[in-house]
């Protein structure tokens, strides 16, 4: 059973452009999850969305955004990239259906860095 | 106020020690994640506790609600033990907040 999958793994890019990373969940999984990872801060939950649906928002700028697609797979948008935004960004599925809030057991891909110059 | 308390902070041990790592919260979560997180950034889920005590391995992980406090414990450690142990808390409220992490050396 393949896992979950992150694309890309790394980039670079510069201040004031955008960026969008995309994660597939493992198949069956219809909860998929996004977090930032930094030095400074850790671990920080961004969002999850269920059924194409978010349900739930960690406290980013506007800026940090994300949809699902019918078939699950994911994608977030960073627009008028910082340098602040330079982090690890991973992405979780899961099956049950409460997600990572309730009793979802997660299941983390390898994450995108994303370098900000 | 919601809150993730994670300890100890660095941890060094033996081969063959029992490890233990602390993590403290507030009220009204609804589950409880210990994660395992190896040099180049991969995350595995380790355990996800709602009550209890769950054991895989030589990986036991405990929880009391009345203390808000949960624990991950390691049994005879072993040198690929070595990572960072995050917990995360899911809170009610709707937010899952991580602890700062743990990292564990192992050594022969």
């Known amino acids: 059973k393949a896992g979950v999958t992150q694309t890309p793994r790394y980039l670079i890019k510069t201040r004031g452009q955008q960026v969008t990373l995309s994660c597939s969940p493992i198949?069956?999984?219809?909860?998929v999850s996004w977090y930032q990872q930094t030095p400074g801060q850790g671990l920080q939950f961004l969002f999850e969305?269920?059924?194409?649906?978010?349900?739930n928002k960690g406290n980013f700028p506007g800026r940090f955004s994300g949809r699902q697609f019918s078939n699950s797979r994911s994608e977030m948008n960073v627009s008028t990239l910082e340098l602040g935004d330079s982090a690890l960004y991973l992405c979780?599925?899961?099956?049950?259906?409460?997600?990572?809030?309730?009793?979802?057991?997660?299941?983390f891909g390898e994450g995108s860095r994303l370098t900000v110059l | 106020k919601n809150e993730v308390e994670q300890s100890p902070q660095n941890l060094t041990a033996q081969e063959g020690e029992f490890i233990t790592i602390n993590c403290s919260y507030s009220?009204?979560?609804?589950?409880l994640h210990w994660l395992q997180q190896h040099p180049g950034g991969g995350i595995v889920s380790l355990f996800m506790?709602?009550?209890g005590k769950k054991k895989h391995g030589r990986l036991i992980a405990t929880i009391n609600i009345q203390e808000k406090h949960s624990s991950l414990h390691i049994t005879a450690s072993h040198p690929r033990d070595s990572a960072v142990y995050i917990c995360?808390?899911?809170?009610?409220?709707?937010?899952?907040?991580f602890g700062t992490g743990t990292r564990l050396q192992v050594f022969p």
């Open positions: 979780a599925s899961s099956f049950a259906s409460g997600g990572p809030l309730n009793t979802g057991e997660l299941f």
């Open positions: 198949s069956g999984h219809r909860s």
């Open positions: 969305y269920f059924s194409e649906t978010q349900r």
């Open positions: 009220v009204g979560i609804s589950a």
């Open positions: 506790l709602s009550s």
């Open positions: 995360a808390a899911a809170y009610n409220t709707d937010k899952l907040i």
